[in-house]
């Protein structure tokens, strides 16, 4: 059975971090590319980060620009599980974070986690 678990999120001041995780199970972790994506009320769904599966010439990795240089992206291959580390929050970070593996025509969700960057 896939799972994908999402933890680590909460309310947090702005300028404050946060570290989302994934812990994944049901499936290879190592062969999966692994985003974020959030999604703000009355907005639609939007990619945020992603990693490329191990073993890829370059592990590389992708930011949407409102993020960059503030949000990491990684992953633990040893336990399945994906991090984004979130910086320098801001209000407009808020939303539901999910976590998201995909392999060929293999796509998986995790459930969300809420992030509220508020005063």
């Not at 999120?9 to 999966?32: H, I, K």
């Not at 599966?53 to 990684?74: E, H, L, N, Q």
Request: glycine letters at 10%; a positive charge; proline letters at 3%.
């Amino acid at each position: 059975q896939v799972q994908l678990v999402e933890s680590g999120g909460g309310l947090v001041q702005p300028g404050g971090s946060l570290r989302l995780s994934c812990a994944a199970s049901g499936f290879t972790f190592t062969t999966y590319t692994m985003s974020w994506y959030r999604q703000a009320p009355g907005k639609e769904r939007e990619l945020v980060a992603r990693i490329m599966p191990a073993g890829t010439i370059a592990s590389s990795t992708y930011y949407v620009d409102s993020v960059k240089g503030r949000f990491t992206i990684s992953r633990d291959n040893a336990k399945n599980t994906a991090y984004l580390q979130m910086n320098s929050l801001k209000a407009e970070d808020t939303a539901v974070y999910y976590c998201n593996a995909r392999a060929w025509a293999n796509v998986y969700w995790g459930q969300g986690s809420q992030v509220t960057v508020s005063s």
